[in-house]
């Protein structure tokens, strides 16, 4: 048995974990030739000696789980441990990538409160309080730290997500750069930087440091071999996959997709992505058709205030929420008479303006399904039409299905839920994965996307 397994074996043997044992466990692991398979190893043989875990084995369990990306199981069995800081700081861990802030941040600050490393925390409890959107309160933590955290990198990274989440992207793109500076390749402030120029458009910039992000430990072309063997975002390898696949590159996006499945078997997302990424390559693109289809959306986006119109009509069109030429394809004359104060001369008026783009009330509705036939999406409880005004900031979408629907200008589900396939995949690197994505997205809130004939 070489010296990393015996020292593997000695610390699973262990009764208590430490800070200072988490910290050596996962060096040996990575020091291992395959480092997931000795954890899962490790996990199950200490499973089998503790079938009911309690106290430190159920928090040494979570600790494994956690390593292991099975952050709901972690908790659970982290919750049957001894409540100490080990335990508290890993249920902190668990609830930030689970995106239940509120639980994560106590979490944190319970870890302090028992002992935890207070600077280590300040910079978990910052990232938390960033994501949850208490900007005010993450600059204060953050600068507990300040004066005493001038050459740590993983200080000048949070810094600057605090900087970005703020909107001071000058100021953010310096913290990770100082962040890389300090620390070669610098996972986390790689990857912010990286899906900050992903997120504005710089395709080329983003997989640059993508590409950085997710490197093993042999060095790349034209870049100097990394200090050490580390983890890898997952983030980093589902956007580059993302990015590739838009580029027409199939086969580097499944190899990143693939990365991640090899890990977490259970990645929803990634597995998605592969099935559609491999489907790509037979796909059939009618790009004359796009680009009709495209056309006719950005005509359809126009909006009504771009015309001259009378404040009678202007002020009616906005109480009806009827933003766009596309809203008014979708209503018709007797609807239109059917709202106060809007009366034939408005109508007139709105006529006049559509045949200028040779178009006409109700005409989505007749090139499409009749009104009675369209999807029920119902309107008419205050349920639903909560679920409706719902924002897509507060749903969850990949960068490039955020960035189309932007385009499109789809800001709730309701808008959304109004579109059809093919005005989406019409919409530039909107593709069958994007499109399979908001599908997902609308079923989890019993919706659905309005059908053509």
Same mark, same amino acid.
């Not at 009911?52 to 956690?66: F, N």
């Given at each position: 048995?070489?010296?990393?397994?015996?020292?593997?074996?000695?610390?699973?043997?262990?009764?208590?974990?430490?800070?200072?044992?988490?910290?050596?466990?996962?060096?040996?692991?990575?020091?291992?030739?395959?480092?997931?398979?000795?954890?899962?190893?490790?996990?199950?043989?200490?499973?089998?000696?503790?079938?009911?875990?309690?106290?430190?084995?159920?928090?040494?369990?979570?600790?494994?789980?956690?390593?292991?990306?099975?952050?709901?199981?972690?908790?659970?069995?982290?919750?049957?441990?001894?409540?100490?800081?080990?335990?508290?700081?890993?249920?902190?861990?668990?609830?930030?990538?689970?995106?239940?802030?509120?639980?994560?941040?106590?979490?944190?600050?319970?870890?302090?409160?028992?002992?935890?490393?207070?600077?280590?925390?300040?910079?978990?409890?910052?990232?938390?309080?960033?994501?949850?959107?208490?900007?005010?309160?993450?600059?204060?933590?953050?600068?507990?730290?300040?004066?005493?955290?001038?050459?740590?990198?993983?200080?000048?990274?949070?810094?600057?997500?605090?900087?970005?989440?703020?909107?001071?992207?000058?100021?953010?793109?310096?913290?990770?750069?100082?962040?890389?500076?300090?620390?070669?390749?610098?996972? &986390? @402030?790689?990857?912010? $930087? =990286?899906?900050? +120029?992903?997120?504005? #458009?710089?395709? /080329?910039? %983003?997989?640059?440091?993508? *590409?950085?992000?997710?490197?093993?430990?042999?060095?790349?072309?034209?870049?100097?071999?990394?200090?050490?063997?580390?983890?890898?975002?997952? &983030? @980093?390898?589902?956007? $580059? =996959?993302?990015? +590739?696949?838009?580029? #027409?590159?199939? /086969?580097? %996006?499944?190899?990143?997709? *693939?990365?991640?499945?090899?890990?977490?078997?259970?990645?929803?997302?990634?597995?998605?992505?592969?099935?559609?990424?491999?489907?790509?390559?037979?796909?059939?693109?009618?790009?004359?058709?796009?680009?009709?289809?495209?056309?006719?959306? /950005?005509?359809?986006?126009?909006?009504?205030?771009?015309?001259?119109?009378?404040?009678?009509?202007?002020?009616?069109?906005?109480?009806?929420?009827?933003?766009?030429?596309?809203?008014?394809?979708?209503?018709?004359?007797?609807?239109?008479?059917?709202?106060?104060?809007?009366?034939?001369?408005?109508?007139?008026?709105?006529?006049?303006?559509?045949?200028?783009?040779?178009?006409?009330?109700?005409?989505?509705?007749?090139?499409?399904?009749?009104?009675?036939?369209?999807?029920?999406?119902?309107?008419?409880?205050?349920?639903?039409?909560?679920?409706?005004?719902?924002?897509?900031?507060?749903?969850?979408?990949?960068?490039?299905?955020?960035?189309?629907?932007?385009?499109?200008?789809?800001?709730?589900?309701?808008?959304?839920?109004?579109?059809?396939?093919?005005?989406?995949?019409?919409?530039?690197?909107?593709?069958?994965?994007?499109?399979?994505?908001?599908?997902?997205?609308?079923?989890?809130?019993?919706?659905?996307?309005?059908?053509?004939?």
């Amino acid at each position: 048995m070489d010296n990393v397994s015996t020292e593997l074996e000695q610390m699973m043997a262990k009764e208590l974990w430490s800070a200072e044992d988490c910290s050596r466990l996962r060096q040996v692991l990575l020091s291992t030739s395959d480092p997931i398979r000795a954890l899962r190893e490790s996990a199950l043989a200490l499973s089998a000696q503790n079938p009911d875990p309690s106290g430190a084995a159920a928090v040494k369990l979570g600790i494994l789980r956690y390593m292991l990306f099975r952050f709901a199981e972690a908790l659970e069995l982290l919750a049957k441990g001894t409540d100490n800081k080990e335990r508290r700081f890993y249920q902190g861990l668990c609830n930030k990538q689970l995106h239940n802030w509120a639980a994560a941040i106590e979490n944190f600050q319970r870890a302090e409160d028992r002992g935890w490393d207070a600077k280590q925390l300040c910079l978990q409890l910052a990232e938390a309080q960033c994501l949850a959107g208490d900007l005010a309160e993450a600059k204060r933590t953050i600068g507990r730290f300040a004066k005493s955290s001038q050459e740590d990198p993983d200080w000048y990274h949070i810094a600057g997500m605090v900087a970005e989440m703020s909107g001071d992207y000058d100021e953010a793109g310096d913290l990770y750069e100082k962040a890389r500076q300090l620390q070669s390749g610098h996972p &986390g @402030a790689t990857f912010r $930087l =990286a899906y900050y +120029y992903d997120l504005h #458009g710089e395709e /080329d910039k %983003a997989m640059e440091l993508y *590409r950085e992000c997710v490197a093993r430990s042999t060095p790349g072309e034209g870049r100097p071999p990394l200090p050490e063997r580390r983890p890898v975002y997952s &983030g @980093a390898l589902l956007n $580059l =996959a993302v990015l +590739y696949e838009d580029v #027409g590159r199939y /086969d580097d %996006a499944a190899r990143c997709l *693939r990365r991640i499945l090899a890990v977490d078997p259970t990645h929803a997302r990634a597995r998605l992505f592969l099935k559609d990424a491999i489907a790509s390559k037979t796909m059939v693109f009618d790009e004359d058709e796009a680009k009709r289809i495209a056309l006719r959306n /950005d005509l359809l986006a126009i909006p009504v205030t771009d015309f001259e119109l009378s404040v009678r009509a202007r002020n009616c069109l906005k109480k009806m929420n009827i933003r766009t030429l596309g809203d008014l394809l979708n209503v018709t004359e007797p609807e239109l008479l059917s709202y106060k104060n809007f009366g034939e001369t408005s109508l007139a008026e709105i006529k006049t303006m559509l045949a200028t783009k040779n178009l006409r009330l109700g005409q989505m509705l007749e090139e499409g399904m009749p009104k009675a036939m369209q999807p029920e999406i119902p309107t008419a409880s205050v349920g639903n039409e909560g679920v409706l005004a719902t924002p897509l900031s507060q749903v969850e979408f990949s960068v490039r299905a955020r960035r189309a629907l932007e385009t499109l200008g789809v800001a709730t589900l309701g808008s959304l839920a109004a579109k059809t396939e093919p005005e989406l995949l019409a919409c530039r690197n909107f593709g069958q994965t994007s499109l399979n994505e908001v599908q997902q997205r609308l079923a989890e809130y019993g919706l659905r996307l309005r059908e053509t004939q």
